[in-house]
């Protein structure tokens, strides 16, 4: 009775599966923390059998697999033995391959799956997105009289957590709960990291509650990952109530709790309550990881604090932490941010003789570094030893190198490097479309400036503020303030939220023409939408009506200016 009210439950699932899209991957973590993505612990797919252990490259897998099924007419082999090789397919995440050998398992007489093997099937449909499928499994698992066990229903739930239908998620857990079906502490740590990974920590929140009145009891993991959750979203007060009711129930955070409380404080400016917790850390003989320290550095650059930076560094080495490739790409760009270039390269060159490989991100935000203080050679050097140590730069690479080419007039090279961007595979976004539009405008180039952007929009590519602000303002620089004014309007339509900067724009074209009344509007327009002039904007309407000889309208808005606190 209790097979068919679950087989009846799992064809009602499968029926709202139908509907899914197709979703990225999850893999379930022990510590399911995404603090910087820093933390790179992966539950293996050994959870499917502890048995299997083993990790080959595809092409002997499927060998060894086509060997097996070839011996199958003499005595069958144990079905164990296909599920190491299917397993180690998931492990390197060749999913539709794992799933094709299952298929031909299938059509072979004389062996029969076990739950094992159907476990590791609805495991590389999740990973694929293929919901109705993974539930078509749980079915299939049922009629051969199998009992689903944790690893079924963890793994099914792992896969709804995907899709961000909360409502579904929770729904199947209610149904499988209420079945009597038992579930552990790792599938609770599953599903709660699976609603934090889509920004539903409420709702993991509200299972945490649940957990409380049945025989699973809530650990560390469960508190962590939602106290990371909120540290990510901003929501430092609550989270740091979670981590007082966790200490006050007798369950002790670990590094992970404390980094992620660290990091929360930290985007949060208080960086002293940081340090303060850094010290509760050690008092209670809880050893910071390199996340950890990372966390404090990254916090302290953002804060501009360079020099503390620093000094953490130095204390980490010397604690016998040794730091990572984010630790030295955090402290480069706060130097960057400082414009101390010269320091963040000689991190950079010190990173590489203690063993540490820079990554796409160091040399991205070397790049960038080197462009802000116009060191352009500098910067194509070191985007040339990219390609000799074959690394491949990404968008973001490519998006700085334009920049910085398009700002010192070397035109030419920028779009030498587009065709190579596009020849590479890598995709221009927004970011990069704008150095190019704002060069083109630059050199009074309105007509291809047009042209690039119809190409851009084609593209699925939508426009931002920054955009509209760069033909704005290139259309006013010659004197198409019409078309200028056109492109303003079209802007509104669209939904977009003006910036003061835009504003101030099309302000300047404005009184270029003298047309005073319409700045004046515009001006009172921009705080009806809740964007307040600035200095800027009153000394560009202030000097005009000079100009024009308007003095006592200069004077009355001089006196308002003042009145804001601008002057």
Request: charged content about 20%; glycine content about 6%; proline content about 4%.
């Amino acid at each position: 009775m209790r097979h068919q009210r679950l087989f009846a439950s799992s064809i009602s699932c499968f029926r709202f599966a139908l509907s899914f899209p197709k979703f990225h991957s999850l893999l379930p973590i022990p510590y399911p923390i995404s603090i910087l993505r820093l933390f790179s612990h992966s539950l293996s797919s050994n959870h499917l059998n502890p048995n299997l252990n083993l990790v080959v490259h595809v092409d002997d897998a499927v060998h060894s697999f086509n060997h097996l099924l070839s011996s199958m007419h003499n005595t069958p082999p144990p079905i164990t033995e296909f599920n190491k090789i299917l397993s180690s397919l998931v492990k390197l995440k060749h999913y539709p391959t794992s799933v094709s050998l299952f298929k031909q398992l299938e059509l072979k007489r004389g062996i029969m799956p076990n739950i094992f093997t159907l476990n590791i099937l609805i495991n590389c449909y999740c990973h694929l997105g293929h919901m109705p499928l993974a539930f078509s499994v749980l079915s299939k698992i049922l009629k051969l009289g199998y009992q689903p066990d944790t690893v079924t229903l963890t793994t099914l739930m792992k896969g709804l957590c995907l899709n961000g239908d909360v409502k579904k998620v929770l729904h199947f857990h209610d149904t499988v709960a209420a079945l009597g079906y038992q579930l552990n502490a790792q599938t609770y740590g599953t599903l709660i990291n699976g609603l934090c990974k889509i920004a539903e920590t409420k709702a993991a929140l509200q299972l945490l509650r649940k957990i409380e009145v049945r025989v699973v009891k809530p650990n560390v993991v469960m508190y962590s990952t939602i106290i990371d959750s909120l540290c990510r979203d901003k929501l430092i007060s609550e989270a740091h109530d979670l981590y007082s009711e966790m200490v006050s129930r007798g369950i002790s955070p670990d590094v992970v709790t404390y980094t992620s409380l660290i990091y929360g404080l930290g985007i949060g400016g208080r960086l002293k309550e940081a340090f303060e917790l850094l010290s509760e850390m050690v008092l209670k003989n809880i050893i910071p990881n390199v996340v950890t320290f990372s966390t404090l550095v990254d916090a302290l650059c953002k804060e501009g604090k360079v020099k503390e930076s620093t000094n953490v560094l130095a204390v980490m080495i010397k604690n016998g932490v040794i730091p990572n490739v984010f630790t030295y790409s955090t402290l480069m760009d706060g130097y960057c941010l400082v414009n101390e270039v010269s320091k963040a390269k000689c991190l950079f060159n010190d990173m590489t003789r203690r063993g540490v490989t820079p990554d796409v991100q160091s040399y991205n935000i070397m790049i960038n570094g080197f462009y802000k203080v116009k060191m352009v050679d500098e910067a194509m050097n070191l985007f040339k030893e990219m390609h000799r140590k074959n690394m491949i730069p990404n968008t973001v690479t490519y998006t700085s190198l334009i920049d910085g080419l398009c700002k010192t007039g070397r035109i030419s090279h920028a779009w030498e490097l587009v065709d190579e961007m596009q020849d590479r595979g890598q995709p221009m976004d927004v970011i990069t479309y704008n150095s190019l539009l704002d060069a083109l405008c630059k050199t009074q180039q309105l007509d291809k400036a047009y042209q690039l952007l119809t190409k851009m929009e084609d593209k699925g590519i939508q426009p931002d503020v920054c955009t509209y602000t760069i033909l704005i303002h290139g259309l006013c620089k010659i004197g198409r303030l019409k078309t200028a004014k056109e492109v303003f309007r079209q802007f509104f339509i669209n939904g977009y939220r003006p910036n003061v900067r835009i504003c101030n724009v099309m302000i300047n074209g404005l009184c270029k023409e003298y047309l005073f009344d319409e700045a004046l509007a515009l001006k009172s327009k921009m705080e009806e939408n809740h964007c307040l002039p600035d200095a800027v904007t009153f000394e560009t309407i202030i000097r005009s009506l000079l100009v024009k000889g308007k003095n006592d309208d200069a004077q009355k808005l001089l006196f308002e200016m003042i009145g804001r606190g601008l002057l």
